[in-house]
């Protein structure tokens, strides 16, 4: 089956940094997302992944390792305003998108 | 960027009545959209894909019969629910994808819906 594990909760300081983990075992791989959802809102775009290495957008960063099945989202310089949960998302063979059940950061002043 | 707009965004109705969401691209053609669930404090469960003038594929345990979707044109799907009952209370997200093998979706803002 396809699985897709990702903490269920984290707390962190504002100000801070914050890595998010996130394994993966899917039938077929064409690349790894990273979406950000505040309570009652839709998912918002954050990265997207299919090379091995870290891309960097501003205080997020993504990581990806293909042989592993794994990646990791890194928040720095943490706000208020971070507090969200965070999905993890694989896109298998089929150009489906396998959803984890997402992480919710709590930023504590 | 791509904007994707549902309507209404929220929604009460009563049980064993019907009530249709609107999902549309604004300033693109989206070949593919998706239809999610998403109960509180749990992750997005999508419940069909549909493609522009073809019939939805459901997922696994999804009722067509009930939740019925229709893709009328490159820029507007449509899911009905029919004969709603409160557990079907939910957070309805719809997306649309441009095409094949571009992975990023754009989410719609979502349908809060309440059967009572």
């Known amino acids: 089956g396809q699985n897709i594990d990702q903490p269920t909760e984290m707390t962190a300081t504002e100000g801070a940094i914050v890595q998010i983990n996130c394994t993966y075992q899917?039938?077929?791989?064409?690349?790894l997302f990273w979406y950000q959802q505040h309570a009652g809102e839709a998912p918002t775009f954050l990265s997207y992944?299919?090379l091995d290495g870290l891309e960097e957008k501003g205080r997020f960063s993504s990581f990806l390792s293909r042989s592993k099945g794994y990646s990791y989202l890194l928040l720095k310089e943490l706000q208020m305003k971070d507090s969200a949960s965070y999905l993890c998302?694989?896109?298998?063979?089929?150009?489906?998108?396998?959803w984890g059940a997402g992480t919710k950061l709590i930023i504590k002043p | 960027g791509a904007v994707v707009s549902q309507h209404p965004s929220w929604v009460i109705c009563k049980s064993g009545t019907s009530v249709k969401i609107e999902c549309r691209s604004l300033?693109?053609?989206?070949?593919?959209m998706f239809w999610y669930r998403q109960f509180p404090k749990q992750s997005l469960m999508l419940m069909a894909t549909?493609?522009?003038?073809?019939?939805?594929?459901?997922e696994q345990g999804v009722e067509k019969d009930k939740f019925l979707i229709n893709h009328a044109s490159l820029t507007l799907s449509t899911l009905t629910v029919t004969s709603a009952h409160p557990e079907d209370s939910s957070f309805y997200i719809c997306?649309?994808?441009?095409?094949?093998?571009?992975?990023?979706?754009?989410f719609g803002p979502g349908t809060r819906l309440t059967v009572t």
């Open positions: 549909s493609n522009e003038g073809s019939k939805a594929t459901y």
């Open positions: 998302a694989v896109l298998d063979s089929n150009y489906q998108l396998i």
């Open positions: 992944n299919v």
């Open positions: 300033d693109f053609q989206a070949t593919t």
């Open positions: 997306s649309a994808r441009l095409g094949q093998e571009v992975g990023e979706q754009y």
């Open positions: 899917t039938s077929g791989f064409n690349g």
